[in-house]
């Protein structure tokens, strides 16, 4: 697993870089995810036809630090995103995003311009803000989600 250190979230951010075909496909993972955990067999399948991957954690999720000031915005994460690949020194990718992933993907097309060969977005939430769960989850505290909120929203 590589690393880097985010200055937008102050803190190392994980990710798995497979070397294959082609220009690389990102993959940001949705809330409560990690794309080391989601991805690896979507990755592996035959049918992705070996093509080069990057399977980035997100800052509070996966193998990445979680670091306690940062506001964890759909815009942060995309500059986290946008980070990486200026460590990587990237000059044409994919990304593809799922839910909140889709969301952050979005907000990454809008600040690569040129250098994105495609966006690809499953489920995302097409307003800024995130959808129903997301903005009562990034609404509230840790505290609060965990002492009460979580449980509401699994019952």
Sequence with gaps: MDSFFSTTANCLVRFHHINGKGDPVIFIHGLGCASSYEYPKVITSHNFGGKQAILIDLPGCGYSEKPKEYDYSLTNQARVVIEMVQ??????????????????????ADMMGD????????????HPGGGFFSKQICASSENDFVSSMCMKMVN
């Design 115 to 126: 250098e994105l060969l495609g966006l690809i977005v499953s489920e995302p939430n097409f």
């Design 87 to 108: 460590h990587l020194g990237l000059k044409n990718l994919f990304i593809y995003g799922h839910s909140m992933g889709g969301s952050i993907s979005i907000e990454i």
